[in-house]
């Protein structure tokens, strides 16, 4: 890595950048499509916090939950807030799917035929399986049926929470271009990683083209979801097994797979300062609430 080429590491920088301008403008998208305005300066900055708590808490969805929360706090809507987080990373998920599933149409043949059975097999079903989830979340007999059942549900007021979160979802019905365009954005973030990816390995002089590290980034970023810190560990297991298969080196994958974690500290530092504002601005206004009603 100390012989990494700086100019190629500064584009990936770069386009990292940009993927995280353009998946701030899928959150703003989304939440436009319903009718909650929210500046998109703050949704970027919520992005960035969420990034630095990726550091800390379970698997990449940690930052999801920081995210709904601070979006709840700003509008005051705990269940769009969520719900708007949820259908984000489902679109995020069903982009990652599509370009693994088009990726692997090009580059099938450098798998065995087991192999590439295989990884065929998991790719279509779990783009199946997003499908046919989204489908359902949307449709309104399912949502009536999940409804009723968990109407029944009256300890600690879950049932209710999750109606509320459902009854959220089907705004989303009514939001079909939001959501297209929220896809069509999520399927641009995704060939912005795989770009950034690309320049990482251009970096270190890997022998890797762009096809074939649009199979890598999705099938790594999706078992980055498993339980982890931020990916650590099963994200580079990853890296290390799809590499090997066109002859990259251990030394070499794992290398790819750091600087893929690296650029995203870097965000993680600007959200940390963001995070450190913004507490300090709203003990301010806790202060200022404070004398406030001591004058009264």
């Given at each position: 890595m100390r012989q990494a080429d700086a100019n190629w590491l500064a584009l990936a920088l770069l386009?990292?950048?940009?993927?995280?301008?353009?998946?701030?403008?899928r959150w703003h998208v989304l939440l436009g499509g319903v009718g909650i305005q929210v500046p998109y300066g703050s949704l970027l900055r919520y992005y960035l916090i969420g990034y630095f708590f990726n550091n800390f808490l379970p698997t990449t969805i940690g930052g999801d939950v920081s995210r709904a929360y601070n979006l709840a706090q700003h509008t005051d809507k705990k269940a769009d807030s969520i719900a708007s987080v949820l259908m984000e990373r489902i679109l995020g998920l069903l982009a990652t799917l599509s370009l693994a599933a088009i990726a692997?149409?090009?580059?099938?043949?450098?798998?065995?035929?087991?192999?590439?059975?295989?990884?065929?097999?998991?790719?279509?079903?779990?783009?199946?399986?997003?499908?046919?989830?989204v489908a359902a979340l949307l449709h309104p007999w399912f949502y009536k049926l999940v409804s009723g059942i968990f109407a029944r549900l009256t300890w600690m007021g879950i049932g209710e929470k999750v109606q509320q979160l459902?009854?959220?979802?089907?705004?989303?019905?009514?939001?079909?271009?939001?959501?297209?365009?929220?896809f069509l954005l999520s399927l641009s973030c995704q060939l912005l990683l795989v770009t950034m990816n690309f320049c990482l390995a251009k970096s270190l002089s890997l022998p890797v083209d762009f096809s074939y590290l649009m199979l890598v980034v999705p099938a790594t970023f999706a078992i980055g979801l498993l339980p982890s810190i931020n990916g650590l560990g099963?994200?580079?297991?990853?890296?290390?097994?799809?590499?090997?298969?066109?002859?990259?080196?251990?030394?070499?994958?794992?290398?790819?797979s750091f600087l893929n974690t690296l650029l995203p500290l870097s965000a993680s530092i600007a959200g940390g300062i963001c995070l450190l504002f913004q507490r300090k601005s709203a003990i301010m206004a806790e202060q200022s609430l404070s004398s406030d009603s001591a004058q009264e």
């Open positions: 386009v990292f950048s940009c993927s995280v301008f353009l998946i701030a403008r692997l149409i090009l580059v099938v043949d450098r798998f065995s035929a087991e192999a590439g059975s295989y990884l065929s097999f998991i790719i279509l079903f779990l783009l199946t399986a997003g499908l046919i989830s459902l009854q959220a979802f089907q705004i989303y019905r009514r939001a079909r271009f939001a959501v297209l365009k929220g099963v994200r580079d297991l990853g890296y290390e097994r799809l590499l090997s298969q066109i002859g990259i080196s251990s030394v070499g994958a794992l290398s790819l």
